[in-house]
């Protein structure tokens, strides 16, 4: 036959097996290996550009072969190994597109040349065998579609995880403190703040310190964690509670004025008077003694007592330290 044909069916095993003939019988077998050319590829050669106009499909006898594809900055990024019996190229072929790739020989490579016309021959001629190739090809494509999607939505996954970590504090799950800066700040920038109220409480637990001297740095975690959990029971939808640094926490209240406020303070206060936390007796005991504990709240509301981020955060901060100066365990409204 012409056009370099083999003149005698195929047998390689490798081919046999490949899923582009794999639902075939013998005789169809034999009439596509007919149109197809065996090829050596030198080490080091690139049977295709990226870019270049596609005109052959291939399937992968030996050797070694690697995709990669250009970066913006004119590296190249490896993509995938191909495996023996694979096919590649076709959808060059098929949807006439440019090749996604470059494909390149690691060693020296043998592979299987089906030109493009002879393949839409193969497709006239004999529609049954297209049908079936067809078929594989498409099978081919879901599967790299689904594996896609798995990878995407892994990136999904370790994305917001990213995401979460950036926004968060690791010991409480609470949001950390950028989170709620850039919060109150959005806030203002929106103009949001001149119609409505905004509350902001900062809170701190009194004598924290003592507890870590007597029972532990674990103690003191565990009442960390208590009060954010005491946050989260009390909070209201929309509002966002934060760790700022230690033992001191910050609840952002949209549209809340000093009045409400206080009253959500009141219930914070009472709600961790109530719980009875057990920690180590002394550090690096494992014998569990009950403590309570007690916060310290100060608010502020915006724009009666600031208008925008630095001030707010100033505000609260002084009904913080006036509520301790005060005696503790008390909330307190900035002036």
């Known amino acids: 036959m012409s056009g370099g044909r083999s003149d005698s069916p ?6 046999v097996k490949s899923p582009l003939f794999a639902n075939m019988s013998e005789l169809e077998f034999n009439a596509v290996t007919a149109f197809l050319e065996r090829r050596r590829v030198k080490k080091g050669t690139t049977i295709f550009m990226e870019g270049d106009a596609g005109e052959d499909m291939y399937v992968f006898l030996a050797g070694s072969l690697s995709a990669f594809v250009s970066q913006s900055d004119g590296t190249q990024r490896w993509l995938f190994d191909i495996k023996q019996g694979d096919f590649f190229g076709e959808m060059s072929v098929i949807a006439h597109e440019p090749r996604s790739a ?29 049908v079936k190739m067809l078929k594989a090809i498409g099978a081919v494509q879901n599967q790299w579609l689904d594996q896609t999607s798995k990878h995407l939505s892994d990136l999904m996954r370790w994305g917001e995880t990213a995401r979460r970590r950036a926004i968060t504090d690791e010991l409480t799950g609470l949001y950390n403190r950028r989170f709620l800066e850039e919060s109150i700040k959005d806030r203002f920038d929106q103009g949001s703040v001149g119609l409505r109220k905004m509350s902001l409480m900062m809170l701190d637990l009194d004598k924290v310190h003592a507890i870590n001297e007597r029972h532990g740095p674990q ?76 916060t310290s709240l100060g608010i502020a509301v915006a724009p009666t007592h600031a208008k925008n981020l630095e001030g707010l955060l100033f ?21």
């Open 219 to 294: 103690a003191g975690d565990q009442v960390i964690i208590t009060v954010a959990d005491v946050l989260r029971l009390v909070m209201r939808s929309g509002d966002i509670a934060a760790r700022l640094s230690g033992d001191e926490f910050a609840v952002l209240l949209p549209d809340t004025d000093a009045v409400e406020a206080k009253m959500v303070a009141e219930r914070i206060r009472e709600s961790v008077m109530k719980k009875e936390v057990m920690v180590p007796k002394s550090p690096g005991v494992p014998e569990k003694v009950p403590i309570n504990i007690r």
């Open 10 to 15: 195929i047998t390689d095993p490798v081919l």
């Open 315 to 335: 505000a609260a901060d002084g009904a913080l330290r006036k509520a301790k100066e005060l005696g503790r365990n008390r909330v307190e409204l900035a002036k």
């Open 102 to 130: 470059t494909l390149t020989a690691k060693e020296d490579t043998d592979v299987m040349v089906l030109q493009g016309i002879d393949f839409y021959r193969i497709i006239f001629e004999h529609p049954m065998i297209g």
